[in-house]
């Protein structure tokens, strides 16, 4: 059965800091992917990244990257001199090969405070 | 890029009524949609599939002659919460495939549905 964790149900951090949020999966499937998702106040879903399982290159996109461990199932996601916009819930999601199902993580809170 | 088109984006009904919740593919034609239920400060919970032209397939625990499901069309899907209760509310987001295995799933902008 899959499975995602995300440990950290709420974070707050001042403007300009770095900021790391954790994702650790579960799957019995050898190719699947992994998602990471925004959800500000107005509760739409933004897609940020998506990442093949036989893919570890770490990714980075302007403020955000992402580090994929397949030896440790952990997929962390890293927001860096972190902006007042950045404030939303972020879900880790999985999703296996051939499959469009998503399991979600129960997703952490991002505060950040001016 | 794809888009999909969620409506209304906030509804109130009284307990006892039905209420129909639109996702529709603006720009793509999508075989599956995906139908999520998340409530307050929660994750989002897969409710049930819905494939263009066959009946949906439900999530353990979704009762099915509550949260009817119609997949009529190649850009249209509807969830409709019969006689409504208060525990029903919470927020539905619908979520579109293009195809089999498409590499990233679409999603409405959500629908918040309070019962009063």
């Known amino acids: 059965a899959q499975k995602v964790t995300q440990a950290q149900t709420e974070i707050s951090v001042v403007e300009k800091e770095d900021v790391t949020l954790d994702c650790v999966y579960e799957t019995r499937d050898t190719t699947y992917y992994l998602f990471w998702y925004k959800q500000p106040p107005s509760g739409e879903l933004v897609f940020l990244i998506r990442r093949n399982s036989f893919d570890e290159q770490n990714e980075i996109s302007g403020r955000y990257s992402w580090n994929f461990q397949k030896s440790t199932s952990s997929f962390n996601f890293t927001i860096t001199a972190s902006q007042v916009v950045d404030s939303a819930v972020y879900f880790c999601?999985?999703?296996?090969?051939?499959?469009?199902?998503?399991?979600f993580g129960t997703g952490t809170r991002l505060t950040i405070i001016p | 890029g794809a888009v999909v088109s969620q409506h209304p984006s906030r509804v109130i009904c009284k307990s006892g009524t039905s209420v129909k919740i639109e996702c529709r593919s603006l720009?793509?034609?999508?075989?599956?949609m995906f139908w999520y239920r998340q409530f307050p400060k929660q994750s989002l919970m897969l409710m049930a599939t819905s494939n263009e032209g066959s009946k949906a397939t439900y999530e353990q625990g979704v009762e099915k002659d509550k949260f009817l499901i119609n997949h009529a069309s190649l850009t249209l899907s509807t969830l409709t919460v019969t006689s409504a209760h208060p525990e029903d509310s919470s927020f539905y987001i619908c979520?579109?495939?293009?195809?089999?295995?498409?590499?990233?799933?679409?999603f409405g902008a959500g629908s918040r549905l309070t019962v009063l």
């Open positions: 979520s579109a495939a293009t195809g089999p295995g498409a590499n990233v799933l679409t």
């Open positions: 999601a999985l999703r296996d090969f051939g499959n469009e199902k998503l399991t």
């Open positions: 720009d793509f034609q999508a075989t599956t």
